[in-house]
């Protein structure tokens, strides 16, 4: 089992729709949990964290966190073809643990 | 304020050379980790340096080695290389009194070992 599972996509959605980014971990230990962008070609962009259950909103982005079921997920709310690009989840315990990552794609 | 750089942007070797990156963290930021990134996968953690000590390594072979500087800049040096080598290398830079501890990225150095 992988210590960070991601679904590799990629998740195709129209522009304006929510697109939903799932993410699980393994280790019921980890502390904060991390949301990185990466374009192709560049390198990891933070999007934003969280380290506490419930949900945590920065403009159209919301990072959720369920501890118990050892699941992340991040929305995106009306989305643009900009945000087309390889999303990666990041937990971290003593160090930072990165899934594979999300490619979206958004339609025009 | 710069973000975190990397040197060189692009390499090229063969196998069995060695290769020396270079990253500077954000100001005021002394801790330094590096990645590997591999095509299709998510960064792999090799090292974390904190005020030149090393705080954590990753499941890399002794041919990977680093070190910090006094400036907090850090070198990343990797010996005989192989042709799996090849990879995005990353250096992020973070502040660990920060609540989560947040790493940044640089740019990335692109090593191909042919």
């Known amino acids: 089992q992988k210590e960070v599972e991601q679904n590799s996509g990629p998740l195709s959605v129209p522009e304006g729709a929510i697109a939903s980014l799932n993410c699980t971990y393994s280790?019921?230990?980890?502390?904060?949990f991390f949301w990185y962008r990466q374009y192709s070609g560049k390198s990891p962009e933070l999007i934003m964290f969280?380290?506490?259950?419930g949900d945590k909103e920065d403009g159209r982005f919301t990072a959720q966190l369920n501890k118990a079921s050892q699941y992340v997920s991040l929305l995106i709310r009306d989305s643009q073809p900009s945000d087309s690009a390889t999303y990666l989840c990041?937990?971290?315990?003593?160090?930072?643990?990165f899934g594979s990552g999300t490619r979206l794609l958004v339609r025009p | 304020d710069a973000g975190v750089t990397q040197s060189p942007t692009h390499l090229i070797k063969t196998r069995g050379q060695h290769v020396t990156l270079r990253c500077s963290p954000i100001?005021?930021?002394?801790?330094v980790s590096w990645y590997q990134q591999v095509l299709g996968q998510g960064p792999q953690f090799i090292f974390q340096?904190?005020?030149?000590?090393?705080?954590g390594r990753g499941n890399f072979p002794d041919r990977f080695s680093a070190r910090q500087f006094p400036n907090y800049s850090s070198e990343l040096n990797v010996n005989a290389l192989l042709l799996g080598d090849s990879a995005l290398y990353l250096c992020?830079?973070?502040?660990?009194?920060?609540?989560?501890?947040?790493?940044?990225f640089g740019p990335g150095t692109r090593l191909l070992v042919l």
């Open positions: 992020a830079s973070s502040l660990l009194q920060e609540v989560p501890e947040t790493q940044y």
């Open positions: 280790d019921r230990g980890s502390q904060s």
């Open positions: 969280i380290y506490s259950n």
């Open positions: 990041a937990v971290r315990n003593y160090k930072l643990i």
């Open positions: 100001s005021g930021h002394k801790s």
């Open positions: 340096y904190y005020e030149k000590e090393e705080r």
